[in-house]
Each structure stands twice: as C-alpha cells, then as structure tokens.
C-alpha cells in the first residue's frame, strides 16, 4: 500500500514559539493532502485540504494565519503551527490522497506546548 | 455538510464472537465509505472500502455492507481475535462530478475489545 511519513512524530514547544510538521507521500505522488487533529479518545477533526501548488482550503472555525499550510509538490506538504499556545497541543495526523477517494495516513505528530 | 452518526461507542466481544459496527450519514449524495482502523497511539489504517454502486464487500474477515436508500452502512468482523482491538471508524465522501473535494467525514469511532 502507499505509504506515508510524518516528521515529527514528538515535539514539545515553549509557548509563543512556532513549529513546523512534515508530511510526506514516499513513493507515490499525492495531489491533495488533509491535515487532521485529534484529541485523546475522540474522533479526526479535519482542519484543512492542501492541494499542490495552490492554496489551502481551512475548514471552518480553522484560523488560517495560526495553521499556515505549503504544499509545494507532489509529495511534501507542510503544516506550521505559529505562536503555539498549551490549547494548541494535540495529536496532528496528515493523510494523502491516492488515485481517487482512498486517504492514506502518516503517522501523526504529537504536539505538546508548555 | 454531511453528518456521520457510528454506533456502538464501545463494544466487547468474546474471541470467535461476531462483532458489528453500524454508521448512518446524511448526504445523499455521499459515494464512498471507508472504515479504519486505529490503535492506541498510531496512524488509522484502511482496512475496507465500499463504493455506492456495490451493496456488499468482503475481504476475509471483514465485510461491509452499504444500504443507499437507508443511508447507512455496517462494518461486519466475523472470528474476532485479540489482535482486532482497536478503534474503527466509518467514514462517507462525496465525490463532487467535475470538482475535487475528497474530504472524509468521520464517525466519532467505537472501540472494539475481544477478550480472549
């Protein structure tokens, strides 16, 4: 199956500060990544749809100036959480998008910002 | 925007026992219906997938079932093994004719226990 990477897979952060997740299709091109959210025991928030070599469709109630997504190929999209805040701390999954419906996810990064 | 409901929210089978996951979603126009599979701390995996020109797939085990005039869809593991605890959840997409938006709608999830 496709297989896809996610650098990385445990940050932890001062507040105030940014980081930057990567996500990455390894041997197939994706046109459209997801970034999702998830909370402990709860299901995937999709927070926005990156498509290559445009802009970033944010779902609602996704500020797009804190979570600023760059897909600038076929295979690497990237997600930055800016001024991270301790609510901001969560577990991020990234999932590409094969042929046609099928999603295949990464293996999440685990965000904790103190 | 469409609507996921998954039940049951937990569910305990007994080793070799039948376990069944139902899921309802709102958008008529929703085509495709996967389920994954997530463990404590890891990626959700694909473990099956339905398209709505099928009523019914099998792959070994697993079989999902999709009714489109109900607008609901099962997930159906037969000889359950310990190995099969986890977290699933049911998802629907709406492939929109002409346009790109694959985004999944998920269920809340059901975490599943087979006791040995």
């Known amino acids: 199956g496709a297989v896809v990477s996610q650098h990385p897979s445990r940050v932890i952060c001062k507040s105030g500060t940014s980081v930057k997740i990567e996500c990455r299709s390894l041997d197939f091109q994706a046109t459209t990544m997801f970034w999702y959210r998830q909370f402990p025991k709860q299901s995937l928030m999709l927070m926005a749809t990156?498509?290559?070599?445009?802009?970033?469709?944010?779902e609602q109630g996704v500020e797009k100036d804190k979570f600023l997504i760059n897909h600038a190929s076929l295979t690497l999209s990237t997600l930055t959480v800016t001024s991270a805040h301790p609510e901001d701390s969560s577990f991020y999954i990234c999932?590409?998008?094969?042929?046609?419906?099928?999603?295949?996810f990464g293996p999440g990064t685990r965000l904790l910002v103190l | 925007g469409e609507n996921v409901e998954q039940h049951p929210s937990t569910l305990s089978v007994q080793e070799g026992d039948s376990a069944v996951i139902k899921c309802t979603y709102s958008d008529s126009a929703s085509n495709y219906f996967p389920w994954y599979k997530q463990e404590l701390g890891k990626r959700p995996q694909l473990i099956i997938d339905i398209r709505s020109n099928v009523g019914e797939k099998k792959d070994q085990r697993i079989a999902v079932t999709l009714n489109k005039t109900a607008k609901h869809f099962s997930l159906h593991i037969t000889e359950t093994q310990p190995e099969d605890s986890a977290v699933y959840f049911c998802?629907?997409?709406?492939?929109?004719?002409?346009?790109?938006?694959?985004?999944?709608?998920f269920g809340k999830g059901t975490l599943l226990t087979v006791n040995p």
């Open positions: 998802a629907a997409s709406n492939r929109r004719r002409g346009g790109s938006n694959y985004k999944l709608t």
């Open positions: 990156s498509n290559e070599g445009s802009k970033a469709t944010y």
């Open positions: 999932s590409a998008r094969w042929l046609d419906e099928t999603q295949y």
